[in-house]
């Protein structure tokens, strides 16, 4: 394909992505982000896939078979952990303002200057082998798509003006200086380029995914074929088994590890995922959606390895598979989106990844210097700003041309895969430091610093300088030497470690000795201040994110001065803004002594501008600290501590008063029905009982004012009113005893016997069965029965059964059969109570067992009864755990039926 | 003032002792006097009756005293018996009640014998 058309199409697609930079801002500004949602915020964590692995993993399988998919597992196996860490991450981040991973250590270990230095040295020397990679495949996917490998064209990779990945560089450094550093953001947000490193991620995985596509289902009839076909030819066929190997094993391990810590802390993934982080909450659905997106992206990469051994020649660079393949079987618009793909993996990784290193770079390297020179004390650090941003200008265009020399005299030696690994072990040296920092409270600076420096040695020591002698730029001998010429310094077998890949002994002795000095280290000494205060901010975090401006050790500073200090840093148009932005929470305008609040926003402000170690050097003179000892403070901590379970408890406590609230109030319900029942009962009693008095009276008046009344007269009237006071008597001793029944709630452990009851309530009731001359009979089939009622209750209950039967029962010729069975399946009893009156019509038969219920006997009068007695029969015979019910049939009388379990003394058996 | 004897009154109420006070006071005061036990029975009796007064239970099982009340007053024939409420409910609200269906007199229980005699001799001199 014709370069000045890939050229030309390189250059729209970087316009394009700039315009939807643009776009991305355009729309934050006008508070509709783009990339306030958790897609577009997983698509931004897909910058972790770079050229690495868009060509690498290709080039890797090619060689090892499955041993690539350890750097996509790393991360997806770690998911659940790195939701964790992440959370807590950004969390801490947020609160401090912290815009990078070396401040993010720095921070944690009091703020500290050197920490932040050698965390920015290690990253720089990390991650400039890295970016030459993606410098690499871009000049080799460019040379493969325009077919330029004759010596006699334009380009010409020995001269300097001639090589076209000089002229890339150049374009990558102006676009990600038009990315970020357009202005100085005290948060260091840049919403238009995670809008355009989402687009990038798709674009690279739809190319990806085409290029699979193509692979498997054009040149081959599917994923089986290509399997298969792999699995025959001897070239292949141990690409397709998996090998049980000692030695692969540990690589394996090493790259898992080395991968689930770099999609954590490089500096480009700690950006996306950290700094530009929209919402805490997006991190969960990330935990799934960048896995998915990993697997989307890795899962072509066998199948296009093998393809590209079994139909590309032989000595076809296996990394570059991807885009022989289409090119190979004439597919150039193919090739053209593969190489765009491509592209855009590289340009994401450099833009991010430098924008990052040149904020730590000026941050927590340069500006910790610069603010101690002399010309930075006299001119008072005017427009500071300005000058920052230029320093970010600058510190890209080096560290551009540092990978670039990288690339030159190294990188192009190597596949992409090995110099990432190198990379990955580098950021390895961080992840001590930073989840110690973040988990363990005794972590502390000297510990820190020792791990760090001693694990970057090692790593320094057994990855880059070896690389230097293989590439022969330090004498070959080295290697299989050692350092000084001592067997047991050979750097790819340190300590006489045999057996071990390069990495996986890199990964060994770099952590054994950074993890061990960090525990010892911090185990043996002591804590400052600083450290323990900021330690406590980033293990109990949760502490502190709740509670907003939470201050343990207080601070004072003249409003005046700090409103200075911020326009002289920031320029005054931002101080300004920044300062309206506050306003509202000043709490008092007049006083020239800064709350906490106030304080901490400038602090945090200059934070997220100059780094945490920065803006304490520019605050320090401005800012007058209480002076408190380590113990102090300790007890300061454990006080905060305190206050916060005690909000906790509080807490806690609120929520058991509305649930006590809520339940007294339905109580209160309750009880207001219950009061509405009982003034209803009250009404019926008092109707009850004036009934009789009023009969009383009238006769008892007659019988005072009438001097001629006859004496069977006179006896009529007494007669009537000793009935009727009968009648009161027994009403009053049966709403008493309802009133009981009421208030009990049951009334276990009393027992009686049935029969002898039924013959006592017999016994009582013997005048009145004489007296109507009734036929009456009682059956019993087992004298023995006992029930679980006391025998008063149980006496009523037979009284009250037995005076019904004699009320109700035929005037003329009443039969009452009374009968005691036992059925022994239901261990219960069943006592009938038969009589031959009258039919109990319908509308009874579901209020007879009801309060004042009175059912109308014979034809004319009502009876005679309170209404209470079947009542009180049903609530006696329920508290023994009974049923008391009835059957009535027109001419055959009606029966009451007793359902008693029988009383059991010893209740286990 | 015309003679007690030839008005008929009708007692309507539940309670058998009560109804047979009632009965002794009545034709003490030389009224003809009826009786009945329930509702139904009332209003089957009031159309052949035409009683000049009718003393009413209000709570009764089956049809209460409001409701024979109001029959009465629907019945044209019938607008010449005067009803006097006797019951045991005597709250404001039971007595409005017991106007509102058309009596002409309302007494609660217990009463006394002089006064609902007087009662009822006043109710029938005001309507006669």
Known sequence: MDAGIVILISLLYLIL???IAIYGNKMSKAGQSIVNNPLVYSLSLAVYCTVWTYYGSVGRA????????????????????????????????????????????????GKSTFIGVITTIILVFGIIPYISIQLKAIGYSFDLITSQNSSNDFWDSSTFYKDKVNYFTILLAV?????????????????????????????????????GIFAVYFLYDGLADVFTQGAINPITSHLVTLKTNPASATNWFWVLVLSAVSVMFLPRQFHVSVVENNNVSFVRQASWLFPLYLFLISFFVLPIALAGKLSLPSGSEPDMFVLSLPLFHGYEWLALLVYIGGFSAAAS????????????????????????????????????????????RMVIIIILFLAYGFYKSVSSNFPLVSIGLISFTAILQLAPAVLGGMYWSRANKKGAISGLLAGFFIWFITLPIPTLAESGIISKSLLSDGYFSISWLRPY??????????????????MIFNIGLFVVVSLLTTQDVDELAQGDIYVHIEKYSNTPDMEVIRREASVQKLKQLLIRYLGSSKARYLLKNFDGALSDKNADNASQEFINYI???????????????????????????????????????DILEYSQALEEKTTELTKTTQELAAVNTQLKQLDVLKAEFISTVTHELRTPITSIRSFAQMMEKKEDLLPEQKKEFLGIILKECDRIKRL?????????????????????SIDSTVRLALSRLQPQIEEKNIDLSYQSSDSTIMVNLAEDKMLQVMLNLLSNALKFCDPQAGIIRVTLDRNYAENATYLKVYNNGQYISEEYHNKIFEKFTKVKDGNLAKPEGSGLGLYITRKFVEQAGGKVSFTSSENEGTTFILNLPIYNPFPGK | MMSNASKIILIVDDEPNIVLALKYLMEDAGFVVHCCYDGETAIEMVTNLLPDLIILD???????????????????????????FLTAKGTPQDKMEGYDSGAESYIVKPFDNDEIVTRVQEVLQILF
Request: hydrophobic share 50%; net charge neutral; proline share 2%.
């Open chain 1, 732 to 752: 009053i001793n049966q709403v008493l005893e309802v009133e009981k029944i009421d208030a009990e709630v049951d009334a276990l452990g009393e027992s009686s």
């Open chain 1, 349 to 392: 990784m450099v833009v991010v990844s430098v924008i990052s290193l040149s904020i730590m770079v000026s941050n927590n390297l340069l500006m910790p210097f610069l603010l101690k020179t002399r010309t930075a004390a006299i001119e008072g650090y005017a427009l500071l700003s300005d000058r920052l941003l230029y320093i970010r």
């Open chain 1, 17 to 19: 992505l700039f315009g």
């Open chain 2, 58 to 84: 209000v709570m009764m099982p089956g049809k209460d005293g409001y409701s024979v009340a109001k029959y009465i007053r629907n019945q044209s024939t019938l607008d010449k018996t005067a009803i006097l």
């Open chain 1, 62 to 109: 090619a060689e090892t078979g499955l041993g690539f998919v350890a750097v996509y597992l790393g991360p997806t196996i770690m998911a659940p952990i790195w939701y964790m860490v992440m959370r807590k991450m950004i969390l801490i981040s947020k609160q401090l303002r912290v815009t990078s991973i070396a401040d993010f250590l720095s921070s944690r270990y």
């Open chain 1, 493 to 510: 077998a340190l300590f006489g470690l045999e057996n071990v890949d390069h990495i996986s002994n890199a990964c060994i002795w770099s």
């Open chain 1, 175 to 211: 676009f990600t200086i038009l990315f970020g550093t357009r202005s100085l953001d005290p948060n260091e947000r840049h919403e238009g380029l995670i809008a355009a490193i989402a687009f990038e991620s798709i674009v690279k995985l739809i190319a990806f995914l085409a290029a």
């Open chain 1, 603 to 641: 602090e945090k402000t200059l934070t997220g501008a100059f780094g945490s170690a920065s803006a304490k050097l520019l605050l320090s003179t401005d800012i007058r600290r209480q002076s408190v000892t380590l113990e102090q403070l300790n007890e300061l901590l454990n006080q905060t501590k």
